[in-house]
């Protein structure tokens, strides 16, 4: 169930110290178009407040 | 405990003479002092052999799975009509049960291709905490008697109270008794400490944000990818492991320190609803790697979310496969 597998994964990733605000999860139907815009307006909004991620990076030098 | 273990004995001699089991696992006095090792078991007069005190350590589900996957491999290219049905006996006690259970659930193995014999337990020692709480001295020669360990050690006798060096995981058990089980060996083993279980995730989830990464960082910079954790999880089972899957590859095989933490996150996430806090997992890490703080977690996570505990029931159904309406909390979507 994805429900469940993401409340856990949140709060999870939150317990080991990735910020719980960058696991982002909802239901957005194909014909809602100005439904998702305002998701994803939100969302970025959201992370660009946080700033970059720094966490679990790879860096491929 | 030698009550327990000469009936033991003697029930696994009456299953392998009956043709009930075809080999049992259990415990064998291990190599070193104060340890014991897992063993299979063909022929009754091998039965002598078993033993069951606080020192048999592993998790037998995982032998349990290993056979009768090897077993069903070997009769894929018999005919139907020819082919052998194989039960394997084990000597399970309550975490071992638990993890019989996830198996079964997920539908693993059949009920009549294993037979359970039970055993009461009542904690095992943790082979790092006595080394340490000795001072790091080599045991030569040691013997438990009433609670106290008593050891000869390459600095002199040493003794250890077992209450003080049980593994974490004994320490807080809720499930020390077998859940399900064919015969049962011995009495039911008095509780433990449970209500204390969840004290330590508690502790670490007060901590702030930086701080728990920190020492989520610090615990996987001492993980060096051998997979022992995973080669003794009785839930890790898949034939192959996303570790090393390469189509496509999904966590690097390398020691860059992403790819350590990568794959620890995913193993341990892995566990939402099957891991049963055997300390299988921590017992075989040679680097000691705190696994149970995050585990713990996810245990405390599935049991207040959802009102789970793995493996605790026959009945009760793995919590990421079933949804309840009415009680699934949704303050994790994001709704804007």
Known sequence: ?61 | MENIETKLREEAKRLLLEKKADVIIGYEKGTLPLTATPCFITAPEEADKLVWNNFCTQNLAKYVHDLITAHKNSQKRVKPEDRKKKVIGVVARGCTTRSLIIHLQERQYGRDEVYIIGVPCDGYVDGKGLKAAIGGADIVDGSLDGGQIKMKTSEGDKTAALKDVLADCCKTCRFNNPIISDVMVGSNAPAMNPDAEYDEVKEFEAKPLEERWAYFIKEMEKCMRCNACRQACPSCYCPTCFVEQSQPQWVGIGEDPSDTQVFQLMRLYHMVGRCVDCGSCVSVCPMGVDLRKFLKKIDKDGCEMFGSRAGSSMEDMPPLGKYDEHHDKGDFVYNP
């Not at chain 1, 169930?1 to 317990?15: C, E, P």
């Open chain 1, 1 to 61: 169930m994805a429900r469940r597998k993401f409340a856990t994964l949140k709060s999870f990733l939150n317990y080991i110290g990735v910020e719980g605000d960058r696991t982002i999860f909802t239901w957005v139907s194909a014909s809602e178009g100005d439904r998702w815009a305002q998701v994803i307006k939100g969302v970025t909004e959201k992370v660009k407040a946080m700033g970059p991620a720094g966490k679990l990076i790879k860096n491929l030098n």
